[in-house]
């Protein structure tokens, strides 16, 4: 009997041992550390040997870098989009520029060199820009110049580390010789080892691992038990770049600017007519000048002697400065594509205004295609620069803002620009598929809210009206053709229109069916549109108000205009 008892005794033994060393096993298999490293090219998600991820701040982006011959290059888009927009790139030309207040800085695409409009110039000691698959790049070394951020490349596996704000960031210090890892677990993959006296970037913390940023920027998970003397660090911020004032001129009194349409020299004689009664009006706007080629050239319509009617009645001339009305023979894109026809423009353009002894420059560019919007900005800055230099006050006209007309770039208007005028009508107009208020209450207050919120109201005039349109729909289909206040009136009492008071539009609002069958309509423009307009304006604390234009008024309004100009 014993002897049946000792092997049974041994195979309850044997599978007892044999069970331990399985629950070992399966113990030290869920739990104990695991030595695989992370593919670190699929982590930071290299492609090649040039490609270099970016970590911007503590987030990955989705651009990359490139290494070139031992430089850091990033596409145009990325170094407008993250770094500074102020770079242009003149794709016609081949040329790479940037304008400071008082200088265009040039160099040739796949150059080292540049050169300004000052008589400076410099070499690289690489490429300021290269094409890479016929898209362009640009050193780093070169953006930092003018741009105040901190890089550092790295090449154990590429990436970069790109850094463009300094806010404060929570610290601690590695306590233990560990890994930082993909994911917060022992048995997720290895980033890269971490010695004891690190210090790391705490970005989230969980209950047993702390997401980090290491000094080499590896964003991954340490065990919090390695973590200590978490504290609060401010980071030292770049200000290698001191960025030079965009000086304005700026008027001490309230801007009221009335726009004189003149159709041709002889439209000059018409000045004394169009300010006689404009009480308050203290700048004149005429249509002088219009491009009228591609390479430059220009039409005008300037008198000294105009001027001196203006300057004889305290009023100021701000010449303007269109792209519609110069005949076709030429192409605003094409004009604004190129440096030498940009340059031809402002050349031109300058010295018209120097001759005529005007005060200021009016810019008036509309239907700008979105293409076509980095080369207008460009233009604008070097306008800029030309006015500045001249004494001349530089104002532009733009649409109220919307989507659509984005690429206009308000906020660097109001940097480079002494005024931004707001077109504040055409809500409603010729090609409009349904009748409408030229310029309701509504419109022109969120004209200038959204306008403001890009530029310093002491900057913003805002435009109104000395017209509207009547409305005429039958058959289902819409016309419609743009009167004066005076016609307008005329034409009311003409047809006995019955007008209300429409609160919403903040206007007159008058219809009546004629003995045609036609349905007619129209939204007045009168002293009292114009009063809620001027309430809205007054609350904004906006610079001023302009007219389009004169001698389309009824000689009330400039009650009204006069009462908001002097305060």
């Known amino acids: 009997m014993k002897k049946k008892v000792i092997p049974a005794i041994i195979i309850i033994v044997l599978i007892f041992v044999f069970a331990g060393v399985f629950a070992l096993q399966q113990f030290m298999k869920r739990y104990s550390y695991s030595t695989e490293q992370a593919d670190l090219d699929a ?37 407008q989009k993250y770094l500074n927009d102020r770079f242009y790139y003149g794709i016609e030309d081949g040329l790479f520029i940037y304008t400071t207040p008082t200088a265009i800085i040039t160099s040739e695409v796949e150059s080292n060199t540049w050169s300004d409009t000052e008589g400076g110039s410099g070499s690289e000691s690489y490429p300021i820009t290269k094409l ?30 790109l850094t463009t704000s300094w806010e404060d960031e929570t610290v601690a210090t590695i306590t233990k010789d560990t890994q930082v890892r993909i994911r917060g677990g022992v048995k997720s993959e290895i980033l890269r080892e971490i010695e004891k006296g690190e210090t790391v970037v705490i970005l989230e913390e969980l209950e047993n691992w702390t997401k980090v940023k290491t000094s080499d920027a590896y964003i ?34 309230m801007i009221n600017l009335g726009f004189h349409n003149i159709g041709g020299v002889g439209g000059n004689d018409t000045i004394s007519d169009m300010i006689s009664g404009a009480t308050s009006l203290n ?107 001249a004494g001349l006050v530089f104002s532009i006209d733009n649409y109220v803002p919307m989507n659509f007309n984005d690429h206009y770039d308000l906020e660097e208007q109001g940097i480079v ?45 805002n435009a109104v009206p000395f017209y509207t349109r009547i409305w005429h729909t039958s058959g289902g289909q819409v016309s419609s053709e743009a009167v004066s206040m005076k016609i307008a009136s005329d034409y009311i009492s003409n047809h006995g229109i019955d007008m209300q ?43 001023g108000i302009a007219e389009w234009s004169l001698g389309m008024e009824t000689s009330d309004v400039w009650e009204v205009i006069a009462n908001y100009v002097n305060g």
């Open 43 to 79: 982590y930071f998600g290299v492609t090649s040997a040039t490609d270099v991820p970016i970590i911007l701040g503590n987030e990955f982006i989705e651009e990359h870098a490139q290494i070139l011959d031992g430089y850091y290059y990033m596409d145009f888009a990325s170094v």
């Open 132 to 161: 890479v698959n016929g898209e362009l790049y640009v050193a780093l070394d070169y953006v930092k110049k003018y741009t105040n951020f901190a890089y550092e490349g790295f090449t154990d596996a590429n990436h970069m580390q």
């Open 220 to 253: 991954g998970w340490v065990e919090n038990k390695r973590l200590s003397d978490s504290k609060t660090r401010s980071p030292i911020p770049v200000t290698d770049y001191a960025e030079p004032e965009y000086t304005s001129i700026s008027r001490d009194h």
């Open 283 to 389: 700048v004149i706007s005429p249509t002088w000048f219009a491009i009228t080629g591609n390479d430059g050239s220009i039409r005008s319509f300037a008198s000294t002697s105009y001027v001196n009617t203006a300057h004889n009645n305290g009023i100021e001339v701000w010449a303007l400065f269109d792209n519609f009305t110069g005949g076709s023979d030429f192409s605003t894109g094409e004009v604004l594509g190129h440096a030498s026809s940009r340059a031809a423009l402002i050349e031109n353009v300058i010295s018209a205004c120097i001759a005529a002894g005007v005060d200021g420059l009016n810019l008036d560019f509309e239907m700008v295609a979105a293409e076509d919007g980095q080369s207008f900005v460009e233009f604008v800055r070097e306008l800029s620069i030309a006015c500045r230099k």
């Open 417 to 461: 620009a002494d005024y931004v005028i707001i077109m504040g009508y055409d809500e409603h107009y010729a090609g409009s598929q349904e009748a409408g208020s030229v310029a309701s209450l509504s419109y022109v207050e969120n004209g200038i809210i959204n306008t403001t919120a890009k530029v310093d109201p002491s900057k913003v005039i």
């Open 501 to 543: 008071w429409n609160a919403e539009a903040g206007q007159n609002y008058g219809e009546y069916t004629g003995s045609d069958g036609v349905f007619n309509q129209i939204w007045m423009e009168d002293a009292e549109s114009i009063g809620q307009k001027i309430d809205s304006m007054r609350a904004s604390g906006i610079a």
